[in-house]
């Protein structure tokens, strides 16, 4: 047979143990005798098959044909190359007491794992992912005390985890991430102290995250992610100063950040994304100083940015969407020049966009949309030329499209969509000729430069007075630009849908005209959220966004007429039900969707 890719062999000590051995994607076959196969490449094993021939005194074998000869196109006798084994794992491999490691991966094995290997006692690695195992573990494994290394991942194994493998203390990667397990983490695992590698996620697991575990102080990677956990982070797991990367998005966790994290200096990689924590973010995490990647979108956090982040100087990816943060952007995180991805959006942050950022240039994706930032674009962020996608929409920008952003010349994705930018089109923009452009509803108007027909994506202009003919750029015959660019809001009286469902009722639109300072209320439900870095699963969050600066007063059941003032005009409108409906533009908001413009009891919005 020819020298197989790859070739893991089962060592007893310093002796090459010959029996059968399915390896990926192959079986190796190593006997004294058979019949020859046909090679299936690969010169690199030449070496280990000699190991063998050296240590059997080869050159005394009856037959040998092929052996010793570099050359990979020959057969080997007795070396013989298949795949894909079927069947269960032999309870008779119990007696194997010198087996150190066995490799058993990429295969079809099915049924349970034997509690009889329980004997092989000096295994001290085992993989057996990627098969089609089902059933429990067993808890008699716990006294394969020299174990150091369990792989079980993608397979079907149910149950929970079994209290008795406390006892494998020589454990360093415990790995049984997605199957079926069940139950709690058990406390008594803190006695794993030589844990380096923990992957449980993608299981059904449920309960807290055991504060014993702070015993695991040499644990480098903690993986739970995609469970049912509940509970706080324990400010106990503090002493786990050698952890690394941990990830636990997507579970049920609750409770504030804890800042006694901010001792673990060595950490590089958070995941906490998609649970239900609150509070602030610790202003002690700035200590973190080698921290890269950090994941604390879809959470309840509230509060502001802590300025003191800044000296997470080589952080590269930073989710904070999904929130409802408040407050300014510190010009402080200016200093954060490495970050290339910074996902700010649904948010309540205002103020206007600092200057100052302009030295973020390895930013590639950043997203401060739907949030209240007003004020104009900066200039000076045409340093930010390694932007690819920039998304700014849902905002309450103002001011003209700077020309000097004709430098971002990576963008393929720019949206400023439903803003109140002026004036007209930068002839300069042109240059941006990857960019896809969503530039509507804003107060926009002009011509399009002709230059513009070689933005190949195309520009989307509508709910503008942009006109003009010009390749690539969507001007929506028919539609106008918002009427809050003349200063008029649009409202309609509606009575709620009642608990058994019937059709609200709808009055007829008055239109007023208000200043610029108005608000919002809006529900937003994002299904299957793609979070780049990371694994997101299948899921349904709802968030609100709510700035209110404008309010509708009414009280239920009375008729009123309610009265908004601005510019010295006066608008009135007769309110007989409970709420309002807000007719608003069509905001574009790619992975959201509006589900909701209607409001209870008092009633703010912005358009």
Known sequence: MALCEPMHLVRSGSAWLSFLLPIVPFVVILIGSGASASMCGCQHRFAL?????????????????GWNSANCTTDWYGVTCSGNLVGTLPTSWWNMTKVKILTLYSNTF??????????MSSLQELYLYFNKITGTLPPSWGNMKQLQRIELQFNTLSGTLPDEWSGMTALRTLSIYRNKLTGTLPSSYSAMTQMENLQLYINTLTGTLPASWSRMTGLLWIF????????TLPSEWSNMLSLQRVWLAFNSLTGPLPATWQARSGMMYISLSGNSLNGTLPASWSTMTILSELYLDSNFFSGSLPSSWSNMRTMAILYLQSNSFTGTLPDSWSSMTQ????????????????????????LAIFNPSSNVFTGSLPSSWSNMRALNEFYLQSNSLTGSLPSSWSSMTQVTILQLNSNSFT???PDSWSSMTRASMLLGTNCLKGPVPSSYARITRGVNLCNTKVHGSVTNAVLCAGSSWPLYCAGIVSLSATTPQSSTGSTSRTAAPHQFLINRSTSESHSYSRRNV?????????????RKVTKTVLTLSEERGKTQSTTLRAGGRTGYVPISTTTVSLQPPGHIMPSYSRTSCVHSRITAFRI
């Open 339 to 362: 970050v290339t991805n910074l996902q700010l959006q649904l948010n309540s942050l205002s103020g206007t966009l600092p200057s100052s950022w302009s030295s973020m240039t390895n």
């Open 49 to 65: 098959l000699m190991d063998l021939y050296t240590a059997t005194n080869g050159a005394g074998w009856f037959k040998k044909t």
């Open 423 to 425: 004036g007209t089109l």
């Open 530 to 542: 793609n979070t780049s870095s990371h694994l997101a699963p299948s899921m349904t969050l709802s």
């Open 110 to 119: 099915s049924g349970t794992l034997p509690s009889e290997w329980a004997n």
């Open 224 to 231: 739970l992610h995609q469970n049912r956990l509940n509970g």
